[in-house]
């Protein structure tokens, strides 16, 4: 599993294939033992519920700003000559993100973004996201037997991130692939070569919509980028460098995390096939489902979200020292037994005490969680339509050792 035993303790590798394809045991391990655990990839990270929340609820000892990713990864803050020139200006682009900024800058940017994901515009996006779920589906069909992620779940999110935006059809598998490839630069790096993947796929993403803003300047549409050229004309100035980022970050939001969900729920419901019958027979049980889904499902269940402390903090037993980068485990946090009964059961009819810190919580509250959760609602409720007999033929998916949060296949029979 990646993992070895030293003076210090339990140390698992949390981005070893193994430990992200089965990572419950691991988990529920740190949770018990080291619940503020110093990784062997230089960052702490949390296991518990409460530790977690508090953390996220707390953006002026835990600051989102220049974060980073650990000592381990070449784009963390280190001594000068330890980036190379093109890693210090990926880490001067990333720290442009609002998502690594704290308020009132943090709070700037996403106010001029939010009315892209309100409940009210996601709503009006409802006649789309049906004909985009409509149209995979009948593709499916014909085939009989057809892959959960590939034929369908992949789509769906990415068609309607890349129309928010504005990103046109004809790039966008381009901009998904690029997207994909710099996942390496959030890591420690393995490789000279996948590691110079990643960069070259950041500096094109960085061209790509550098150029999509300019032809948005000339040419306006009904889209996610026009909308901020509109408001910096009205006095909402944003950095260009700031634009980019935020194009970046609503991508990951709309996008790329709420495939796996999708795949996975249905993966879920459908491995158990008496609740997937509960589900067919009574749909007023979709909602709970959906929750328990991402309480039990977070799609990256072992590390996600950077934190740095700012002055010296007790957490647990052990001391957060300033300048330290903390990492939030959201789906160790969903099964943290002090908070939800039999965590490791899945049960849509679940009484939750508490809600699940899947989209996060605090100032950082995922700006896409309406968004996903709509969206996986229309895929999950139309595929219960169709298909009240499916069956699964894949009862083992694998994970991408790539991605690794997200499945290779999941083969599904229509008859």
């Known amino acids: 599993m990646g993992a070895t035993e030293t003076a210090g303790g339990f140390q698992p590798d949390l981005y070893d294939y193994a430990f992200e394809s089965a990572p419950v045991d691991v988990l529920n391990r740190l949770r018990a033992e080291d619940p503020v655990h110093w990784s062997r990839h230089g960052f702490w990270f949390l296991t518990r519920y409460d530790h977690v929340q508090a953390v996220l609820q707390d953006p002026v000892r835990f600051s989102s700003a220049a974060a980073g990713w650990g000592s381990n990864n070449p784009l963390a803050k280190k001594k000068e000559g330890g980036q190379s020139g093109e890693e210090s200006n990926l880490s001067k682009s990333f720290a442009q993100s609002f998502n690594q900024m704290d308020p009132p ?108 803003i300019a032809e948005r ?118 099964r943290d037994p002090a908070i939800f009964a039999d965590p490791d059961r899945f049960d849509i009819r679940r009484k939750m005490g508490a809600s699940p810190l899947s989209f996060g919580t605090g100032p950082h509250f995922c700006i896409g969680a309406a968004l996903a959760r709509f969206e996986a609602r229309i895929a999950i409720e139309a595929v219960l339509d169709r298909w009240p007999d499916l069956q699964l033929v894949t009862t083992q998916p694998v994970k991408d050792r790539k991605r690794q949060d997200r499945y290779l296949e999941i083969l599904v029979a229509t008859r």
């Open 105 to 212: 800058h943090h709070t700037r940017i996403r106010s001029l973004v939010h009315t892209a994901f309100s409940r009210r515009t996601v709503e009006e996006r409802r006649p789309r996201i049906v004909e985009v779920v409509n149209g995979l589906l009948d593709a499916a069909a014909a085939k009989g037997t057809f892959d959960l992620v590939e034929d369908f779940a992949f789509h769906v999110p990415i068609i309607v991130a890349s129309e928010i935006i504005g990103i046109p059809t004809s790039d966008r598998e381009l901009f998904r692939k690029a997207f994909e490839q710099t996942a390496i630069l959030m890591q420690p790096k393995k490789s000279d070569e996948s590691w110079a993947e990643g960069v070259a796929a950041a500096k094109w993403i960085g061209r790509y919509i550098r150029d999509l």
């Open 217 to 334: 300047r000339a040419r306006p549409q009904d889209d996610l980028i026009t909308g901020l050229i509109r408001a910096e004309e009205q006095g909402d100035r944003l950095s260009e460098a700031e634009m980019s980022s935020a194009i970046s970050t609503i991508y990951t939001a709309a996008g790329t995390t709420t495939e796996r969900f999708i795949s996975s729920g249905l993966y879920l419901l459908l491995s158990h096939p008496d609740q997937w019958r509960d589900v067919v027979a009574d749909r007023s049980l979709i909602g709970s489902a959906i929750e328990e889904i991402l309480r039990y499902h977070h799609p990256t269940q072992s590390t996600s979200t950077n934190r740095r402390c700012t002055v010296d903090t007790p957490l647990g037993d052990k001391i957060i020292r300033a300048g330290d980068t903390i990492r939030v485990g959201l789906g160790a946090a969903n």
